[in-house]
C-alpha cells in the first residue's frame, strides 16, 4: 500500500514538471560560419578562375604583339608556370626575369636523358628564337629621327656620288651642324664641296642602321673635316636580327676556292689564325695579319669554352687597319642549328656551367 503511494506521487509530480527548451544557437552559428566560409571559397576559385583566364589572355596579347607564334606563346607560358612565376607578364618587359626562365628551360635540355643531340638542339632554338623576338619587340620604340641624337664619335660611312664611299667620324654634334672627319689616311686634299649633297649611313649600338642625305656646309679646320647640316628625316633601316657582342677568341680559318667546274672547295692545308673580335649568330668581325683579296668564301673553325664552332662564311668588307693588319666582316651562310645554338648561348649567358 505504501509503495503505490509512494508511485502514485511520483507518477503527480512527473506530471507537473515542465520540459526545458534546446537552445540551437551555437549549432546555428557554426552552420552559418560553414557556409560563409563555403560561400568565400567558392567566390575565391571563381575569382581566380576569372583571373587565370585574362592574364592568360592578356599574356596571349603580349606574346602576338611580339610576333610569337602559337607553338612559342604555349611554351614559353609552360616555362614560365612551371618556375612559378608570380607574374608572368612581366617577362615581357623584364629581360633578367625572361633570361632565368629561359636559362632554367635551356639547363634542363641540356640535361634530359630522353632527347638525342637533334632534338635538344631543335628545342634549344626555340628558346633562343623566343627571347631573339621578344627583346627585338622591346627595342621598337628606342629609334631616333634626327641627326641631334648621335653620339660624338659615331663611326658612319659617307657616300659621294661619283666616287664612292668613305668612313669617317662625328667629331662634334653642335646645335647648328655636325663636324665630321674622313678616317683614311689616303685622303690628302679636299674631296667635298660647300653645299655638295652627300648620303650618310650608320650603326647606332643596340638599336639599328640609319641613312639620312644632307649637304656640306663648310670645310672644317683639317683637309679631312666637314661641317654638315642636320636632319631631321633619319629613315631606320632594319635592324641586325642576331646580338653581336665583343669577344677575343683565337680561330682559325681556310679558304675556299671555286675549282672548273664550279665546286667549292676547302683548302683544308693552307689554315690561318685570326682573332675574332665580335660575333653574333649570323656574322662576325676578325683581325687578321694579312688576307688574299680575292678570296670570298672561308670556313671558320673555333672553340666557346669546350664547344666547338663550325660555319662558312662570305667576306663582305675588308678594313685596313694600323701596321698593315686586316679587319674581316664576315657574313654566315652555313652553319649548323648545334653551332649558332652555341654561339647564342654564349651571347645570351645561357651556357650552363656544369655542363
Known amino acids: 500500500m505504501e509503495f503505490s503511494n509512494k508511485f502514485l506521487e511520483m507518477m503527480r509530480q512527473k506530471g507537473t514538471t515542465k520540459l526545458q527548451p534546446i537552445d540551437y544557437t551555437g549549432a546555428i552559428i557554426v552552420l552559418l560560419l560553414v557556409v560563409i566560409a563555403v560561400l568565400i571559397l567558392v567566390s575565391i576559385y571563381y575569382v581566380r578562375k576569372k583571373y ?39 617577362c615581357f618587359t623584364n629581360a633578367k626575369l625572361l633570361d632565368d626562365v629561359l636559362k632554367k628551360g635551356i639547363k634542363e635540355i641540356h640535361l634530359s636523358r630522353n632527347l638525342n643531340s637533334s632534338q635538344k638542339n631543335e628545342k634549344i632554338d626555340e628558346l633562343i628564337d623566343i627571347k631573339m623576338k621578344i627583346e627585338s619587340n622591346s627595342k621598337k620604340n628606342i629609334g631616333i629621327k634626327s641627326t641631334h641624337l648621335i653620339s660624338e664619335n659615331q663611326k658612319i660611312i659617307v657616300f659621294i656620288r661619283g666616287k664612292g664611299y668613305f668612313y669617317a667620324t662625328v667629331k662634334n654634334n653642335l646645335k647648328d651642324f655636325l663636324i665630321i672627319e674622313f678616317i683614311s689616311d689616303m685622303i690628302n686634299k679636299r674631296i667635298l664641296n660647300k653645299d655638295e649633297f652627300v648620303k ?7 638599336d639599328a642602321g640609319y641613312i639620312f642625305e644632307t649637304k656640306i656646309l663648310e670645310s672644317g679646320q683639317t683637309i679631312k673635316s666637314y661641317l654638315v647640316r642636320h636632319s631631321d628625316q633619319l629613315i631606320r633601316s632594319q635592324s641586325r636580327k642576331y646580338k653581336r657582342i665583343p669577344v677575343n677568341f683565337t680561330g682559325v680559318i681556310f679558304p675556299i676556292s671555286k675549282n672548273a667546274k664550279n665546286e667549292y672547295k676547302v683548302a683544308q692545308d693552307q689554315p690561318e689564325q ?16 694579312n688576307i688574299d683579296q680575292n678570296i670570298k668564301l672561308l670556313k671558320v673553325e673555333f672553340n666557346i669554352n669546350t664547344k666547338k664552332v663550325n660555319l662558312v662564311g662570305k667576306i663582305i668588307r675588308i678594313n685596313n687597319k694600323q701596321n698593315n693588319v686586316k679587319e674581316v666582316i664576315l657574313i654566315f651562310i652555313k652553319i649548323s642549328m648545334e653551332s649558332r645554338n652555341i654561339i647564342n648561348e654564349y651571347i645570351y649567358n645561357y651556357l650552363p656551367s656544369n655542363i
Open 274 to 289: 685570326c682573332t675574332i673580335a665580335d660575333l653574333s649568330a649570323g656574322g662576325m668581325k676578325f683581325i687578321i695579319d
Open 52 to 90: 587565370n583566364f585574362l592574364e592568360h589572355k592578356n599574356f596571349n596579347t603580349l606574346a602576338k604583339s611580339s610576333n610569337l607564334n602559337i607553338d612559342e606563346t604555349r611554351i614559353l607560358f609552360n616555362l614560365i608556370n612551371k618556375n612559378r612565376i608570380k607574374y608572368p607578364l612581366t
Open 200 to 206: 650618310i649611313y650608320f650603326w647606332r649600338n643596340e
